[in-house]
Each structure stands twice: as C-alpha cells, then as structure tokens.
C-alpha cells in the first residue's frame, strides 16, 4: 500500500521511493505484531538497503532540515534534552530509543510525516556516512572515549574518521564541539563560526585523571597534557607545555555547579549573551556535560536561553540513562553502563549521591554491548563496591563480574551470581530492604531486556510508544 | 615472601585489563601468605630488571604504543638478562609485539622491539578480533587450556624453532594460519590473549606466581597451595565457549 498525503517536497522523492516507504513501513507493522520488539529499525533496514539515497530525500523534506548529535556517551541524553526544549515548539523526527545506526535514522526519518525538524543521535561510526546524507544545520559533537574497541577499533581511528567528515562539511553548518576534549576540540580548529563548549568550576574538578582516561596525551606533540581541571575522564581544562596546545575559549560554559545528589544539578549556563541560572533534574557532572551539548544545539539554532532553561528543568530521563521505576515498592534506579568513561561516571554520581545497598550489574556480550568485555577491569568500581552489602550479578558474563567484584575484595558471600536476567531482578528485589532503592547497572543488552521485563508488568511503556 | 613486579608503562599501555592481570597476581600471592610489590616503570625511568622477580607489559592503543616504542627499545640488554637470569615476563598484546625484534608497518617502515621474544611482528590487512581458545603445555605433561579475547591487526611470526606459548584451538592466535599462539621463552611468556588474561586463566596466574617465587628465593618452581577457584573455571568455560562458537571468523 502506498501512503497518501507524504509531503514530496524533493525532486528526489520519487514514486519508486514511495513504495520503498510503503514497503519498508508494513515490515515494521508486522515486526510490530509480531511482538518481535519495537521494530525500530527494520523498516529502516530495508530501505537503507534497497536506496541509499532514500535517506538525503527524507531528510531533504523536513521544511526546518535536521541536527545531528553524535559522540562515544550521552548522545541519547544529550538528544533527549534537545528534544524537551525543541518539541515546545516544533515537531520532531526524533531516534527517542536511540536506534542511532543508518538504518535506525532511515526509520526515523521514515516515520516522520508531519515532523519539521529533525533531531538526529548518530553513531560515531556511521557518521561519516550520514554527514553528507542529512547535510545538519547544526553538527554537535560531543566526546570521544575508548568505546568497545573490538566493534569501533582504537579511538585515534575514529577521530580520524570524524576529521575527515568534519573538513568536508558545508560551510552552511554550525560545527559545535566539546572544547573539554582534546581531540574533539581539535577538530573545530580554525573553522568558521565554530561553537566551543565546556565545563569551567575547578571546584568540582576531580583530583587527577581516572585509570582509564584516554587522550592524555597532546594531540599536537603526543606530550602528556597538564590538567588544570579534570572533570570526567579525559575531559577538563588542559594545556600542552612542550607546545602550547591547550583548551581553546569557551563560547558557552557551565559554572557553579552545584551537585544535589541522585536528585538534581544546578549551574549557571553562561554565554557571551547571558547566563542563565538552572536546575537541572538529573544527577551528575556528565549530565552537565550533555545539557551543555543539547543547550548549545537549541541556542545555535536560535532558541532564547528561557526556552533551554525550560526545556532543562522540565526533562525526564532517557531511555534506560538514570531512569527511575517503581516495582513492587521499591524504587529501581536504571542506570546503562556500557564503557569504561561512562561506567566510572554513573558510578560516581551514584557514590556521591549514597549507593543503594542492594544492586544487580548485569553483563552481556552481545555485538551491541561489546564482545570484548575486558573494559569491566578498567572501570573504576571500587566506589560501588564499597558502599553496597549485596550485589547480585547477571547476564551472559556474569562470572567475569563475579571475577572482577572478588579480585577487588568484594566479599563471595555478599555476592550472588544469576545468569538469566528476570531470575536475577527477582532476586535482586528479594534482598532489597523494602524502604532502600535498587541500583540496577545493566550494558546496553541487559538493559533492553530488563527494561522488556518492566515493560510486560506494565510498568514502563515500551519504546516505541513514548511521546515525542 | 615478598614478590618484586615491575610494571612497564602502565600510564601508556593499559588497554585491555591490564590491571585485572595485576589485581589477579596481587590477590593470589596474598592468599598463599606472599606479598606482590608493584613498582610503576615510565619512559626514562631506571629499571633495575634483574631485581625484579616478575616483568608485565600491557596492551595499548597504535597512538601509545608508538610513544612508548623507542623507550623500550632501549631496554633489551637488561630485560634480556634479567630473563637469563630467571626474572618471569608476561607480556600482552602491544607489550607482546615490542618484545619482539620489531614491528614492519603497512607503509613498509620497521619499528625496532627490544629484541627479547625471537619473533617478528608485520601488519596484516584486517585486524583478527574475537574469542580464543589455546591449548598449553608450560610443564611437560601438564596441558591446560587458556581462554581470552584477541584484537591486533599485527600478524607475529616466530623465528624457526621457536616454542608458542600454545596451539590454537579456536581463533586466530599469532597470525591466523600457524596455529600458533604467542611465544615463551624460559619463564617469559608474550600472548595477545587479554580478556584480561589472568582471572579466567588461573593457571597461567599460578604458573606465573611460583616462577616469579622461585626467583625471589633462589630455589626450583613449586606447585602452590590450590585455592577455590569455581568462579574462575565458569568464566574459563564460558570464554573457551564462545571461542568455539565465534572465535577466529572474519
């Protein structure tokens, strides 16, 4: 069945295309009904096979054009925090569920009708693909961390990759970068019109890099980098003394920040033009980091800084990142962890914040997790350790959990291992004390079929039905 | 007894787990009554080899490993002695390749290792990733398995002659057609298996402990005092499982 009433604004939009839409749309429907999960990304897969181009004819119909996040972590939040300022006013084709693949933006895009803007999360592999596909008003990119290297490969290779789509973009689109990493603030240097953003309170500064930083090193000269702030990971106030390379200005900043717990963040968002005063209702320091990506996304656009600090304060969680559940009376805390920079993050904001006393870690190595699951070494987990007295760990490598949570002193006996996941968030539910939350620290398959689970009682909606 | 390991650049090659090799040895020699003493080695830095019971090198990314490559190169007189003189060496990945004679880049350009390992390394096409499973024999007679996980796109070739560390049941191993993985030397061993090697691969932990041991004391290897090990052999097996599964394909 072809679908009447689709805007063909593109001379490209043909009705070959049409059909290629229609088609790709029933796989969905009955993906869809035949309950296997959200199909997402299966319409999306069929017409990124059958027409490349399909994509740049989607994106070409969107009468406000697309934006584009991308970066190693949080550009699912990042996105979501757009998407809570941007949606005020606009309709949006928005990849909410973080389908962040060609394919999955095919879907988006496909889905998309009556949707003016597109707000876009990609993959930081598929890229420099997309890049000349969507031609982005705005390009934000936001880190790079060392991020399943059996699947993405080393890091300096995608920084390569992000070099090249970077020099060969319009001059038309607004580049925005984390002026925090090294390597990402590289790539703006020099471009006009670039937007740099970053954290700048050393009060909140860590005292030196964690184990796992990556990109310690100049991006220039390959001397270490002195720190005059570390922040998260890698990211922070850097300078090169052998040559000078150094975090450049910032156009936007975050400053005083306050951390209120697992509850909240304030800080002011300070600009050339204002500072803004905000209540940011999520947990963390790498929460500043993606409300300054998403705030500078909005302002670049040219939403005014009340409608960011809105947009801000009104946000919930994103899929998975820090959401909050009830089940059976207590409060579950999902929080994804999936490399070691992001892992040592959620960890952190949960030490800061009182760290449940009962939690599940769930580890799967599944290709969208990683295969490779060595990182569970390099995160930092000693802070978790330390404050919970009972860990049930789970998923397909549970035992390399186990291995990892009794090397570091963790005794056996406060530690249950429970491969299967549903078996595992009963059990987990069992031993947390009635009035205490439970921390739940899923990688990314785990946390998808955790979330199925909660999803089947009832107690979260499935993803394909949250409102955009 | 106290248990003397130096740590070669644990600021640049830290990758792949290494610190889980080091928190595995930790742990093992405390439970069996002995004390590992870590001693952190950076470029530049003074390194008394030879008075050390145990040496570790790391994985790393190309970026550290070129920056850490000239420093080692200059280190193999004394790491070559002090494994003459029973020191134990683990070595992983990067670390694995720059103990070798050198790495032959894809533009043709040669790399100069420390020369300890007899074995050259050259980049391949395409990288070998994934599961793997060996079989060992470090004593004669004692065949174990060892399970990890691989990713280099370097292929090493040993010198004729030379011992594998083991012989690949499922992956690549040195260079996905010899059927050899990694090499030993005495009481060196360099592998590409991290995972991180040591906590799925108690044996190889062990092997390690009572060579490093039997250098701290001046006498003959011993058998340690065996310990629960049942978290160990799950993680073994599901490991040595999915070698089997998807190990070694492209």
């Not at chain 1, 020099?167 to 689109?173: D, G, K, V």
């Not at chain 1, 689970?453 to 394909?464: N, Q």
């Not at chain 2, 550290?64 to 002695?81: C, F, H, K, S």
């Not at chain 2, 402990?209 to 701290?216: D, M, R, T, Y």
């Amino acid at each position: 069945m072809l679908s009447p009433g689709l805007p063909l604004r593109s001379p490209r939009v043909t009705v070959l295309l049409t059909v290629e839409i229609g088609l790709a749309r029933l796989a969905g429907s009955i993906s869809r009904a035949a309950r296997r999960g959200g199909g997402t990304t299966l319409p999306g897969k069929l017409l990124w096979r059958v027409d490349r181009g399909a994509i740049d004819a989607l994106s070409a119909r969107l009468p406000q054009g697309t934006v584009v996040i991308s970066a190693t972590n949080g550009k699912t939040t990042s996105s979501a925090m757009a998407a809570s300022v941007l949606g005020a006013a606009r309709r949006l084709a928005w990849n909410n569920s973080g389908a962040n693949l060609a394919s999955g933006v095919a879907s988006t895009l496909l889905d998309a009708d009556a949707a003016e803007l597109g707000l876009l999360e990609v993959d930081e592999f598929a890229l420099p693909e997309l890049l000349p596909r969507l031609r982005p008003r705005v390009l934000v990119l936001g880190n790079l961390f060392r991020d399943q290297l059996d699947r993405y490969g080393e890091l300096e290779h995608i920084a390569e990759r992000w070099r090249d789509a970077v020099a060969e973009l319009p001059p038309a689109t607004t580049l925005v970068v984390n002026a925090d990493d090294p390597v990402v603030a590289d790539l703006a240097s020099g471009r006009e019109g670039a937007v740099r953003y970053g954290v700048d309170d050393p009060q909140v500064a860590r005292p030196s890099l964690q184990h796992a930083a990556d990109s310690k090193y100049c991006v220039r000269c390959g001397s270490p980098y002195a720190y005059a702030a570390a922040y998260v990971g890698h990211l922070g106030d850097y300078r090169c003394e052998a040559c000078g390379h150094a975090r450049p200005r910032l156009d936007l900043a975050a400053r005083d920040i306050a951390l209120d717990g697992l509850e909240a963040t304030s800080f002011d968002l300070a600009s050339a033009a204002a500072t803004t005063r905000l209540r940011l209702p999520l947990p963390g320091l790498y929460n500043v980091y993606n409300a300054l990506a998403a705030s500078a996304l909005c302002l670049a656009l040219g939403e005014p800084p009340a409608a960011v600090r809105r947009g801000l304060e009104s946000f919930g969680a994103a899929f998975g990142r820090f959401e909050r559940v009830a089940v059976d009376g207590h409060s579950v805390l999902l929080l994804l962890i999936k490399n070691p920079a992001g892992a040592n993050e959620a960890i952190r904001t949960l030490a800061e914040g009182g760290v449940p006393s009962t939690l599940l870690v769930a580890l799967n190595d599944a290709i969208a997790d990683g295969r490779d699951v060595s990182w569970i070494w390099d995160v930092d987990f000693e802070p978790l350790l330390a404050g919970a007295s009972r860990i049930v760990v789970a998923g397909d490598r549970a035992a390399e959990l186990a291995l990892r949570f009794t090397y570091a002193g963790f005794a056996a006996e406060r530690l249950e291992v429970v491969r299967a996941l549903e078996p595992a968030l009963e059990r987990a539910l069992e031993l947390a004390p009635a009035d205490e939350p439970l921390g739940v620290l899923p990688t990314y398959t785990a946390m998808l079929a955790l979330r199925k689970v909660l999803t089947d009682r009832g107690l979260v909606r499935p993803y394909w039905e949250r409102t955009r | 007894m106290r248990i003397r390991l130096a740590h070669l650049y644990p600021e640049y090659l830290n990758i792949y787990a290494d610190r889980g090799n080091i928190a595995v040895l930790e742990r093992r020699a405390q439970m069996r009554g002995h004390e590992l003493v870590v001693t952190a080695v950076g470029i530049g830095d003074r390194l008394d080899a030879a008075g050390h019971d145990l040496l570790y090198v790391g994985g790393g990314q190309d970026r550290e490993q070129a920056l850490v490559a000239p420093d080692i190169a200059t280190r193999g007189d004394a790491v070559r002695e002090a494994m003459d003189g029973g020191t134990a060496i683990l070595a992983v990945c990067g670390g694995y390749q720059l103990l070798g004679r050198g790495y032959r880049g894809r533009d043709g350009q040669w790399l100069p290792g420390a020369g300890v390992f007899p074995l050259e390394t050259v980049a391949g096409d395409r990288r070998m990733i994934g599961d793997v499973l060996l079989e060992c024999e470090l004593e004669p007679g004692e065949r174990w398995t060892v399970a990890g996980f691989e990713n280099h796109a370097g292929r090493t070739l040993l010198d004729p002659g030379a011992t594998p560390l083991g012989r690949v049941l499922a992956g690549f191993g040195n260079d996905g057609s010899s059927g050899h993985e990694g090499c030993r030397v005495a009481r060196a061993i360099g592998t590409y298996l991290h995972g991180p090697l040591l906590p799925r691969n108690p044996q190889l932990a062990d092997w390690l402990l009572s060579q490093a041991l039997a250098h701290a004391t001046g006498s003959a290897p011993e058998p340690l005092e065996p310990l629960d090990d049942a978290l160990e052999a799950d993680a073994h097996a599901v490991s040595a499982r999915r070698a089997r599964d998807r190990g070694g394909r492209r």
